[in-house]
């Protein structure tokens, strides 16, 4: 697939880069007639669409790295770090912040807006378009819409719900907001829908784990369902992967092999890189030992280091290394080895694939599902899975969904640290029939902060409408329809 994409999107951006301005809210197509009538006339241009859709939603890798863990309590600001990023650290976030900026995701959007709405025409005019590829196709582009949407509602709460492509300069598109859970219902019902269309048959491990699967499907699925706290949903998602003989946790002897060389047996659905065809990561230039931007924070190492944990399959040289005393490096996407030394070299520096789901995740959803529901022993069960499978001593919880959760977090935190989760899953705790535990992602929170900035952080947070990002400033300037999130109405 890494090939795949390199000749497609060099296709699609011969064909379509005129079309695009990084400026715009959503990337519009202006009309130039010619290039629209050519180019829509085969299934390849329709596939050319959709890879450059999927390649540029990996490239947000770095953005979903900071979204999913600059707030959190895993990182700390090291002193290369941006003031965008920093600023969202402390809480110290205004309109102008440019991580309040959508429009990378909408630019994925309107591609996918793009494929459901031509592909279907063209299926018309390509005689060798069958109704098989054109469903797989479409099925694809609802998946990735439907997570491009996912990160949005998590993100803002609120955002525009489009679609339909852009396809004229001269339209007048000022898009008002839709509510968070209406956001979620539509991507619901079109994920159900085409569940069944999504392709498992591909020939290259590079597409079984980079284009989407119905594997990725319920992936998808049971994440929001949790999100929404459907958990009878979660469970039956989460099912349905957990007994997907295609994949498998991986020996805590090879856990490391997730990350190097990736798309492991383990693997669901993770965004593909390779250097050497000129498509790099982003986290690898935010966290190697020269960038200076983010490090593991002091609960991260309290988790990891040897000095203070026994964790010996995820632990120090695995999840983080030592460079020298109480200094730290995240190991994840700048390692080799699970030793803490070999580093990546040349073409596999900016190689390391974005994770997006992998099997762990999907068991500790389910651990959390039960939980919430007094499942107790089995939600312990699952747990203590997760936990054997990295050679740790099981675990007993009291039949508390309280005492489960806090345990789940943990683990959470300790199998997927640094892999853009922790935010989102703080924030859904903290939501949680309505915000009993609003004061626990403050407590997490502050702890990760100069003594000085606690009470500060802690009255930032105290609002739940401050857990989220503004509109970016130029789009409240641009669409008089947009509504500032109240808590940056200033």
Not at 167 to 194: I, Q, R, W
Not at 427 to 448: P, S, T
Request: some cysteine.
């Amino acid at each position: 697939m890494k090939k795949i994409f390199k000749l497609r999107f060099i296709l699609v951006l011969l064909a379509l880069s005129f079309q695009f301005s990084c400026s715009d809210f959503l990337e519009l197509i202006p009309p130039d007639g010619l290039v629209r009538e050519e180019f829509w006339k085969t299934k390849e241009d329709v596939e050319a669409v959709l890879m450059a859709a999927y390649q540029s939603s990996a490239a947000m890798d770095g953005n979903l790295f900071v979204y999913g863990e600059a707030r959190g309590d895993m990182v700390e600001a090291d002193y290369s770090l941006g003031s965008g990023e920093r600023n969202m650290m402390e809480s110290n976030i205004y309109p102008d912040n440019g991580y309040c900026n959508w429009a990378s995701f909408y630019k994925v959007i309107n591609y996918c807006n793009d494929v459901i709405k031509n592909a279907p025409e063209v299926q018309k005019i390509d005689n060798t378009f069958t109704e098989f590829q054109l469903k797989g196709l479409m099925a694809e582009a609802y998946w990735l819409r439907g997570l491009n949407y996912f990160y949005l509602v998590r993100i803002f709460k609120d955002v525009p719900l489009v679609l339909t492509p852009s396809e004229t300069d001269g339209a007048d598109f000022y898009p008002t907001v839709t509510k968070g859970e209406d956001v979620l219902t539509s991507v619901l019902k079109d994920l159900n829908e085409y569940r069944q269309f999504a392709t498992d048959g591909y020939k290259t491990l590079d597409e079984v784990k980079g284009r989407a699967t119905k594997a990725a499907f319920d992936a998808l699925l049971a994440d929001i369902s949790l999100w929404n706290f459907d958990y009878a949903k979660t469970i039956e998602y989460c099912n349905r992967l957990i007994s997907n003989k295609e994949f498998v946790l991986m020996p805590g002897t090879r856990w490391f092999e997730i990350f190097y060389p990736g798309n492991s047996l383990e693997s669901i659905f993770e965004f593909q890189f390779e250097d050497k065809y000129n498509q790099k990561n982003g986290t690898y230039g935010k966290t190697n030992r020269n960038s200076h931007q983010f490090d593991p924070s002091p609960r991260a190492e309290e988790l990891f280091a040897r000095k203070y944990a026994v964790e010996l399959t995820r632990g120090e040289d695995v999840s983080i290394t030592k460079l020298s005393e109480d200094d730290y490096l995240i190991w994840k996407y700048v390692g080799r080895a699970p030793d803490g030394k070999t580093e990546r070299t040349g073409a596999d520096q900016s190689s390391c694939n974005w994770i997006v789901y992998r099997l762990a995740d999907i068991y500790l959803m389910k651990a959390e599902a039960l939980s919430q529901l007094s499942r107790f022993p089995e939600a312990l069960d699952v747990l203590n899975t997760i936990r054997e499978r990295a050679n740790m001593p099981q675990i007993s919880v009291g039949s508390s969904p309280i005492l489960f959760e806090d345990a789940i977090m943990e683990e959470r935190a300790l199998e997927l640290a640094f892999e853009g989760k922790r935010w989102f899953d703080l924030l859904r705790m903290g939501r949680r029939n309505n915000y009993a535990r609003k004061d626990k992602l403050v407590e997490i929170i502050i702890k990760n902060v100069p003594s000085t900035q606690k009470r500060i952080l802690s009255a930032k947070l105290t609002n739940p409408l401050g857990w989220y990002m503004p509109i970016y400033k130029t789009e409240i300037e641009r669409n008089k329809n947009l509504v500032q999130n109240p808590y940056y109405q200033f």
